[in-house]
Structures are given as C-alpha cells and as structure tokens.
C-alpha cells in the first residue's frame, strides 16, 4: 500500500455533497463553509475540508484578503480545494463587490434538506459547479494538510476519471433532491470519492524539483520508505531497516528523505504514532498507559511528555477538550 492511501485508511473521512450552483457572468461571491456548519452533522469532527467541482464554464478564485493579481483561475473539470477552510472570493470578476454566501448557507442549515440550489442571473451557459465538504480528525490528516497550499486548483481532467465523476456527481444531486432511503452515505462517499481524486491529481502535477510531503510520496525510496511507516508504525523502525527495505543506502535515504519530507524518517515516524494515538483518544476510552505502549514508549509519563510537545496538553486533558 502507498503512502497516501495508508493516510486515507487511517483517517475517517465523513462529508458530503450539498450545493448545486449556477451563475451567469458578471458574478462574484465571498463564501465559507465552517468547522461549525459541519460539526452540526459530524460532531467528532476537529476539522474540515471544503471543495467546489466545476462542471461547466469558468471562474477565478482567491483567498480573502489577498490580491486579485494571485487569483486562480479554474475551468470544468477542477476541482477547487480549500484544505483549511479558508474564506475565500470567487466569481467571473473578482473586482465585482461579492455577494456573501452566509445567509443563504444559514436558511439551508435550517431546513430539512441540506441540499442547496443556488442561482445568480441566466446561468444556462454560465458557470455550473457542485460544492460539498469532508469532515475528519486534524492530528491523523495533518501529513496532507501541511503538504497542500490553502488553495488549489486541480484539473481532474477529460478523460475516464472526469466522465465518472460527472455521472456519479448526475446521480448525487437527483438523490440529494429527492432523497431516498441511503441518499446520505452517497453523498458522502461521493465528496470523499473527489477529494481523493483531487488529491492523486495533485500529487500528479507537482514538478519534478518541488520538495514536500506528496513529492516524497512520489518518490520511488522515500515513497516506499513512508508506506513503510505508515503500514507498520508499531514496529521498532531504524533507519538502516528502512534503507534494506528500500534498496537504498542510509546515509541517502535519510538525506533524500529529510530534504523532501522536512524532517527524519525516524521524528516523522514519531509523530505519526503520536497522530494515531490521539485519534484513539478522540475515539475510546483505552487506558492512556496502553495507548503509549502500542505508540512505542516505555513507560505513560514519557508518552505524556511527548504528547504535550506535539499537541500542547497532556492526553487525559487532551481527550477531555477533544472527546465528542
């Protein structure tokens, strides 16, 4: 298994799709969705991940507060993903004052149908796009978090992956319409399904010289070094383990490995189990001195000590404030 995928696995995903737009030119908009919006349908949510998908026409986007000369532009078949739920503008003219999105957000919370239809003006040969939203847990996603820019535009393309995901986005807005009896894990396997579609995609498109998280996962070494750790973070890992693994020598693997992941196989490998411990205290009530002996530590007060380091409080506090 690869890197990415093992993240994915570990990390429970739960989202769905629930706005279906249109808007005829000249439109602009400022919007966000917000951890609270979606901790309303998910509460062990800690964060979220917000994306439009566009389906027809064209658009720019930025983030709010930043200069129009950074915006993006983006066209059908990108998808538009805010990791950090950022507030963001977009429109066919961001120097258009924006319409802010908030009030209409809130008429649809409300309301027994989460789907949203919105339209601006004639919007038959506008710009078309089908928003939703991934809530999950922040320690176990923060590999790819810190690895994606607070705004990308990823093109899905025009091939076999964007014909799918179009029917299977046909098929998500009639069932969120008129929903039938599992309309809702639909709906959210269908926002999981983009968001790691978008997430291959980028990895894709990185230039060979570009340095960080998914370039080292496209790494053939440190790629392979990473599912390593990711597959079997309980075991006592050493570095000329992961070199023997890999092919690879271990005075090169840990330098290629740290120039592309930012830090030592071995600190990374810590961190990860620390990630993974937190998500078990999010989500049961193991005894924390059991939970440090699966993360590799002798003993719960040297767990706690690194725990703290990491998240900033000592587990048992840590699972009080976090706990749904």
Known sequence: MDALSSVLKSVRLEGAVFLNAQFAAPWCIRG????????????????????????????????????????????????????????????????????????VDAAAA???DEFIQMRHGD??????????????????????????????????GDGEAMALLRELLRVGVRESLAPRPGAEPMSAKLAELIFVEALRRYAQMLPPEVSGWFAAVRDAHVGRALALLHEEPGKAWTVDDLAREVALSRSALAERFTSLVGEPPIQYLIRWRLALAAQVLRTSTEAIARIAARSGYESEASFTRAFKREFGLPPAAWRRARSP
């Open 32 to 103: 966000r969705f917000g951890l609270a919006r979606a901790k309303q349908r998910i509460p062990s949510a800690d964060h979220v991940v917000f994306f439009h998908f566009l389906v027809h026409g064209r658009c720019k986007v930025r983030l709010a507060g930043s200069p129009v000369e950074d915006a993006m532009e983006a066209s059908a078949g990108d998808v538009i993903l805010l990791p950090q739920d950022d507030r963001y503008v977009m429109g066919s003219d961001l120097h258009l004052v924006p319409m802010d999105t908030d009030n």
């Open 110 to 112: 409300a309301a027994e």
């Open 123 to 156: 919007a038959h040969t506008g710009t078309r796009f089908v928003c939703g939203y991934l809530g999950c847990n922040q320690s176990s996603i923060r590999p790819l978090i810190r690895a994606l820019p607070r705004l990308a535009c990823i093109p899905i």
